[in-house]
């Protein structure tokens, strides 16, 4: 709850003091446009803690239909790569597999792999290494008709002690006001009512690898 709290009531402040510097009279236009995006990101934020709330609370099946796994990762790395956090990250995609699509709500897959990596982005931040920070997507088919794709970077790692709590709902490493705790949960639910499975592998200083097994359509 005092997760939560933080993460709804930080927003919350920053909109209010737009709000009050909004009220002056003496303001340049250039200024007053530049609080009114401040203020329009911070409600963003707040409405997606609110979405991943209802997603945790009432899991949607969202529309599945047969989709590229590929498109999908190609289309969130090029995404991100304006964020300033993923700015000084080298990113490499080893996209192998032969046959990438799954029977999936594109909507749904795209909010995991954007948590995943902005997870991964998070954890090389921590480890202050930003410049020499790597994310690897790497994708292969097996002889079950699965298709695994596998997350890896060279960030601060998961404590062993910890490893197994990370897809618990509330559960997360981050101080408070930096993490809900819902993000791993909620992928973890819609990978499972997909047919698949996610698993987390780490050694704290090194990386974390994150692995997930889906069915191909």
């Not at 003091?17 to 002056?24: C, I, P, T, V």
């Not at 209802?54 to 599945?64: I, V």
């Not at 699965?146 to 709902?169: E, M």
């Amino acid at each position: 709850a005092a997760g939560i709290a933080h993460e709804i009531g930080n927003p919350i402040a920053i909109v209010v003091g737009y709000l009050e510097l909004l009220k002056q009279n003496d303001i340049e236009d250039a200024d007053k446009k530049d609080f009114i995006h401040r203020t329009e990101s911070e409600v963003n934020r707040i409405n997606t803690i609110i979405r991943q709330l209802l997603d945790f609370s009432r899991p949607s099946k969202g529309d599945p239909k047969p989709v590229s796994v590929h498109e999908i990762i190609l289309d969130v790395l090029d995404i991100l790569k304006f964020q300033k956090i993923m700015s000084k990250i080298r990113s490499e995609t080893v996209l192998n597999a032969q046959q990438d699509r799954v029977i999936a709500d594109p909507g749904q897959l795209r909010q995991i792999f954007l948590n995943l990596l902005i997870n991964a982005a998070d954890a090389i931040a921590d480890k202050k290494s930003l410049d020499s920070g790597e994310i690897r997507i790497m994708t292969e088919t097996d002889s079950r008709f699965r298709l695994k794709i596998t997350f890896s970077d060279n960030g601060v790692g998961i404590p062993p002690q910890q490893l197994a709590n990370i897809f618990d709902p509330f559960y997360t490493t981050k101080e408070p006001g930096k993490g809900t705790g819902l993000g791993l949960s909620v992928c973890f639910m819609i990978i499972e009512s997909m047919g698949g499975s996610i698993q987390a592998f780490s050694e704290q200083g090194q990386g974390t690898r994150m692995v997930i097994d889906l069915p191909l359509s």
